[in-house]
């Protein structure tokens, strides 16, 4: 018989998740925050049944626990308060958080794991219909890895084993590669625009740079990829920019300040 999935919480990630393992499990009972929001999960996945409360939820086979970080240990501590889980798997969704926030449920003899795709979700539809390739961080005990494991393979992911000690790293990691990313371009396009370049120029003159340093890190290694003021050990130029930025925005200049520091090492370990 086909495993039975119930989910709480109905985020990007949780909904993303529940869609694609509706492909090989009977997703039954969805729990957010609200009747409206657990209506728009389910119609989201095509599967499952809205319900009210953690209470009403019946039994099922694993248990997926889209929460906030913070709300991880809480809700599992009230799952297993009210729920039989001997055997069940009951796993998360954070990058952050490893499957020891699930202690209670563990301790009610269930398996447990954290599962984390290694996406943005900031278009659930977009990642569900583009989900094939996408690397799962993976870790938590053997019996739910080894059900969860094919039913992430089946819908097209590529899990990697991760140390749960170095959970809060590897996150860290991701945050580099995604979000300080960001941060880091839209410094960029903003001191064009400082020089007076509209926004719209801006992003085509940096398209380009980041585009081949990005395409280059992956093809040849940072070390290779790094070029600029700081790899050819111009000084001089790096210390009349962070003059100039720190004129200009002070916070700006400050993240420059900071940047110049680790591009220093990667610059010698280069050499």
Known sequence: MTATLNIIGGGHVGRVLGKLLSERFAVQDVLTRSAASAQEAVAFMVAGAAVASLESMRRADAWLLAVNDDQIAPVCAQLAASHALDGAVVFHCSGAKSSAELLEAQRRGAVVASVHPIRSFADPAQVAANFAGTFCGIEGDARALALLTPALEAVGARPVAIEASAKTVYHAAS?????????????????????????????????????????????????????????????????????????????????????????????????
């Open 175 to 271: 945050v580099f590669a995604s979000n300080y990313l960001v941060t880091v371009l839209d410094a960029a396009l903003r001191a064009y625009q400082a020089a007076g370049i509209p926004e719209e120029v801006a992003r085509e003159l940096a398209r380009p740079l980041a585009s081949e340093s990005m395409a280059n890190v992956f093809r040849i290694g940072a070390e290779a990829a790094l070029s600029g003021p700081i790899a050819r050990g111009d000084m001089k130029t790096v210390a009349r920019q962070q003059q100039a930025l720190n004129e200009w925005d002070e916070p700006t200049g400050s993240l420059y300040e900071a940047l110049v520091l680790a591009t220093t090492d990667l610059a010698k370990r280069r050499k």
